[in-house]
């Protein structure tokens, strides 16, 4: 490698140099990792060496943040990330912005975000977000009432809560202390293409899509998904949704754009985003997936939120396969997997690129019960 691509790779931060070689600061005298968060020199003011010992032989010595010195120093971007989430912890009531973590640790805000979220899959915004829901959570299955539930988690205020948390829970924080209790489902069973499928929704969206042989285990699945929630099966009033997903399953409506209410974490909600946006027809694998969210290593990961995506079709995690081309798996079974494929492939191409159409919430408000 010429010193431009050394140089390159410095500006960039990529740890997979590291310990490949160390570069320099004239005006400074410290010698450091590629990866080293440090703010960058001047480029006439850098100079690279292939290992430690001939950066101190030319009098440099070594940065005390990134320890080049020691192979066996933690990557500097981790414990970046590490002090950002302990920060946040810290002050989880009132978490600091990015501006102020940036400054507490010494690097600009856009490297601390751009570093944070490759490593931990969110922004800090969102990380401290994830955190207050969670320990609110915590505290609601423990029966603590709302209001104490809502400062001890680190909300100012009960208008902070429902307009942000409202949104995560899919359900009011009073509803989700009781186990769904309060909370109202309707659903439908109706035979399709791949057996049974289950439709369940609440006044705000869809919440279940389920594939099945069995109407008793479709009913089980839905009523462990909400064990305290009121569901009633009514036949009657999912017309519209009922249309949109079989159609969708015999290729004539191209995505079923349902409004939707269910919960998931930071990840999974990213996860379900880009199955969503995979054309009809294409696959994509789990490390590509990962990739995509920045996150090269959490293959795994993105298996486990195709797993526990609760509606189907809508969101085609059927659409997501292994490296070396084989199915992976399939919360409805590795046949209906294959039917679902083997049929958007046989769709023709411009049946493919139909405009999306959409159902509006207030659509379901007007014409449900529930």
Known sequence: MV???????????????????????????VYCRPSCPARRPKRENAVFFDRPEAA??????????CQPQD???????????????DLIEANI????????????????????????KHLVGVTPHQYAEARRTARLKVRLKEGEPVTCALYEAGYGSSSRLYEGVFKRLG?????????????????????????????GATRKGVCAVYLGDSEEKLELELRNEYPAAEIRRDDSDFGPQVDALLQSL???????????????????????????????????????IARR???????????????????SVVVPCHRVVREDGGLGGYRWGLER??????????????????????????????????
């Open 3 to 29: 010193d431009d691509d050394l140089w390159r790779a410095a500006v960039e931060r990529d740890a997979r140099y590291d310990g490949f070689f160390v570069f320099a600061v004239r005006t400074t005298g």
């Open 56 to 65: 101190e032989c030319a009098g440099f010595r070594p940065c005390k943040r």
């Open 71 to 85: 192979p066996a120093a933690p990557d500097p971007r981790v414990v970046l990330a590490r002090r950002a989430c």
């Open 93 to 116: 009531e009132d978490p600091p912005t990015l501006a102020v973590l940036g400054s507490s640790l010494y690097v600009s805000p856009h490297h601390l975000q751009r570093t944070f």
């Open 171 to 199: 359900m009011t924080p009073a509803t989700y202390r009781k186990g769904g209790r309060g909370m109202r489902i309707g659903y439908t069973i109706v035979g399709c293409p791949l057996g049974l499928l289950l439709i």
């Open 250 to 288: 015999d290729g004539t409506w191209p995505h079923p754009d349902l409004p939707l209410d269910v919960r998931a974490t930071a990840f999974q909600r990213r996860v379900w985003e880009e199955l969503v946006a995979i054309p009809r027809g294409e696959t994509r694998t789990y490390g590509e």
């Open 293 to 311: 969210l920045d996150q090269p290593t959490a293959a795994r990961a993105v298996a486990r939120a195709c797993a526990t995506n609760p509606v």
């Open 337 to 370: 997997k294959k039917a679902l494929l083997e049929g958007e492939r046989d769709a023709t191409p411009d049946l493919a690129d139909e405009t999306r159409g959409r159902l509006a919430v207030d659509d379901i408000v007007e014409n449900s019960k529930w």
